[in-house]
């Protein structure tokens, strides 16, 4: 799969799998509901970074002792009856934080699923960067839950399995900075939830939108042709996503994560103009480019430049051929 990417999908024949429910943390389990467990469990691993999601159809007993020192941030992806962590009574989406070195007790009454990240306490500030809240990693030694805002959770939930499904099944592995991308966006389906369940932070300042966008479009100069995450961009500059967002409204009357994807898409076009046919393919480009539902990509694209990918790749080839033809 690529030396930043592993992947390891299977399905579960009894509670015994979901020992290793969190990728690279031991799970005490016991079946309380009746029946032969069924389901299925997922990882994706990008360095020490890892994305596990689970479902199983039985009511579970989840323990996890105090010997793991990585940082766990969970979320709730369905759930037929009532699931219980620690104190905290759950509900679809809310996120859990189980902080390291410290030990977990979750139940969960029926058949359930959820997603669970995993990575190292000294990574917060990166991968949370631009939210002071989220990007102190004091916030992250205690256990915490964060209720989901009803529409934004379940746009963060769909997403999230989304990015594992593409992932999975992704055959050209990672490169150094698209595994950063992907990161960032696996940690901002979370992110999304806690911040919804914050109270709003207005005491940020707005610089001149236009001097913030110049100095955007600088760090993205200097990023080249990579994708560059917008969580990304907050950390380098330091502002918060929503001084962002007020600052590209002003000036592109869109938002970053909009602008954002305009310029891969532009990426994609540049790659895809110049690379000769048989070189490489769409879905190869658009994946470097962060692009994973292909069918999505390619109405973006259409939408964008008025063509398909596939009439793109090799236009600026086939051009300088019949120039050759017609000077020869």
């Known amino acids: 799969m690529g030396q930043f990417l592993l992947v390891d999908s299977r399905k579960l024949d009894g509670f015994e799998g979901l020992h290793q429910a ?14 032969r467990l069924r389901g299925t469990l997922s990882h ?6 890892s994305l596990s999601i689970g479902a199983f159809n039985v009511g579970m007993r989840t323990q996890r002792t105090s010997s793991d020192d990585k940082l766990i941030i969970g979320m709730l992806l369905a759930a037929e009856q009532r699931v219980a962590h620690w104190s905290f009574d759950m509900q679809l989406n809310d996120v859990l934080v189980i902080p390291p070195l410290l030990e977990h007790d979750g139940v969960f009454h029926g058949g359930s699923a959820y997603a669970a990240m995993r990575f190292d306490l000294g990574e917060v500030a990166m991968l949370f960067g631009g939210e002071a809240r989220l990007s102190d990693p004091v916030t992250w ?58 109270p709003p932070d207005d005491n940020g300042w707005l610089p001149s939108a236009r001097r913030l966008i110049r100095r955007v479009e600088e760090y993205l100069g200097e990023a080249g042709t990579r994708p560059v995450h917008v969580s990304e961009v907050c950390a380098a500059l330091g502002v918060s996503r929503r001084t962002l967002h007020r600052a590209f409204q002003e000036v592109f009357g869109l938002g970053p994560v909009s ?70």
């Open 141 to 198: 030694r205690s256990r915490g839950h964060f209720r989901a805002d009803r529409e934004t959770g379940a746009f963060a939930s769909r997403r999230l399995v989304r990015i594992m499904s593409h992932l999975r099944d992704n055959k050209y592995g990672l490169t150094p900075s698209t595994a950063d991308f992907w990161k960032r966006s696996i940690v901002e389906c979370m992110a999304a939830n806690v911040m919804s369940a914050l």
């Open 259 to 328: 602008f954002l994807r305009h310029k891969r898409l532009c990426a994609v076009h540049s790659i895809l103009h110049e690379s000769a046919p048989g070189s490489t393919t769409v879905a190869a480009v658009a994946m470097e480019q962060g692009f994973y539902e292909l069918g999505r990509f390619s109405q973006y694209y259409l939408a964008m430049f008025g063509e398909r990918p596939s009439q793109t790749l090799g236009v600026a080839t086939r051009r300088t051929a019949r120039d050759d033809i017609a000077t020869a």
């Open 44 to 49: 994706i691993g990008i360095g020490d970074f």
């Open 22 to 35: 969190v990728h690279g943390s031991h799970v005490d389990v016991m079946q309380l509901g009746r029946g």
